[in-house]
């Protein structure tokens, strides 16, 4: 997945400097910014990544040497390449919508998202828990969509039935389709929880790939 490869390249340390102060994720995020807010300023999006201006200065510069943006006295756009690139991930991962909290999850703020057609690499779920641990969250909760409905992998009896509005309300927003998965991370505000939940959708789709080697 060409995507997946430039915004690993985008988020990699350049030998001898130091890591970068921002992951994959932020890329992610970054790129859907960018997309609706046509003419994006890097003030805009420190505060919107939660990222220092000194670390968005070089995380823009990063973008614009791969290609992905363009840069003007109108601000930050997204460059042809940029827009494949993020039409590419938005085909995969999806969503994003905050859902209340419930015995199925561990945290206060919990936000959902979409991972099309990714069942066949869910095991029981504690790899996207505890990529979503790392990224800051409290945790993760898995879902997957067969036979016109959602079930936790692993459990056999059915634990979503005491969350029907919740239920109902990843059904009706998200539109998930046969083989989808739904990752909700938490945590104790939105941002750790929506970087939870795309850090492990994204390593999800890193081990689709890995599995198809």
Do not use: C, W
């Not at 960018?34 to 000194?54: D, M, N, P, T, W």
């Not at 042809?80 to 945290?107: A, D, H, Y």
């Not at 409905?149 to 059915?158: A, K, W």
Request: proline share 5%; aromatic share 4%; net charge positive.
């Amino acid at each position: 997945m060409e995507a997946l490869r430039v915004i690993g390249k985008v988020a990699s340390k350049i030998a001898p400097g130091p890591p970068p102060f921002f992951t994959e994720v932020h890329i992610i995020k970054a790129l859907e910014i960018i997309s609706v807010e046509k003419g994006v300023g890097r003030k805009r999006l420190s505060e919107a990544l939660g990222l220092g201006e000194g670390t968005t200065r070089t995380f823009v510069k990063r973008l614009k040497n791969e290609g992905l943006v363009e840069i003007s006295k109108a601000g930050i756009t997204l460059s042809n390449f940029g827009q494949k690139i993020f039409v590419n991930l938005s085909s995969r991962i999806s969503g994003r919508i905050e859902i209340p909290k419930s015995p199925l999850t561990v945290g206060p703020i919990n936000v959902a998202v979409l991972v099309r057609n990714a069942a066949t690499s869910i095991r029981y779920g504690v790899e996207q828990r505890d990529a979503a641990i790392k990224a800051g969250a409290l945790g993760a909760t898995t879902l997957i969509f067969t036979k016109n409905r959602l079930i936790v992998p692993g459990v056999n009896e059915d634990v979503l039935q005491n969350v029907q509005p919740i239920y109902d309300t990843l059904i009706s927003t998200l539109k998930p389709s046969e083989n989808d998965v739904i990752i909700i991370g938490t945590a104790r505000e939105k941002r750790a929880a929506e970087l939870g939940a795309l850090t492990a959708a994204l390593e999800l789709l890193k081990s689709i790939i890995r599995n198809a080697k």
